[in-house]
């Protein structure tokens, strides 16, 4: 059977439909999306016209790319949180419910930082409003 661009392209949507009815749909492209794309590019492509060394380069690079910015991303996210700790928080808990308190801590939840507020875990997008906390007046003794 010829291997051609359509029959390329149909195998490549087939295995990205597959991967959205498996994890459900996502609104970016992760790693592991990028990975199964570049093998089912390898394995539909024409033997007779093989992809160019520059443009694997080309491919291997934005991969790089990719993932220092998920790296990026994650640090920033741990640095905003830690960057709240101590400051007065509201928190939007669901549709009709905000809580305030003072950020305790910072987990990370599954690569995701996520701010201690009254013992719960909030993730960060969560956050409606920061304030700094006011200090206690200083006592002024007997």
């Known amino acids: 059977m010829p291997i051609n661009s359509v029959t390329s392209a149909t195998n ?64 920033l996210g741990m640095m905003q949180a830690n960057g709240l700790i101590g400051s007065t928080v509201n928190v939007q808990v669901d549709s009709q419910t905000a809580t305030n308190g003072v950020v305790q801590g910072v987990l990370l939840q599954n690569g995701t930082p996520e701010i201690l507020v009254n013992g719960a875990a909030y993730n960060l997008s969560q956050v409606i409003s920061v304030a700094p906390t006011a200090a206690a007046p200083p006592s002024t003794g007997p």
Request: avoid cysteine; proline fraction near 5%; charged fraction near 10%.
């Open 12 to 75: 490549a949507t087939n295995a990205i439909n597959s991967m959205d009815t498996v994890a459900g749909p996502s609104q970016s492209l992760t790693q592991k999306d990028f990975l199964q794309l570049m093998v089912t590019q390898m394995q539909n492509q024409n033997p007779l016209e093989p992809q160019s060394d520059t443009q694997m380069a080309a491919e291997m690079a934005q991969f790089t790319s990719l993932q220092q910015s998920s790296s990026m991303a994650g640090s």
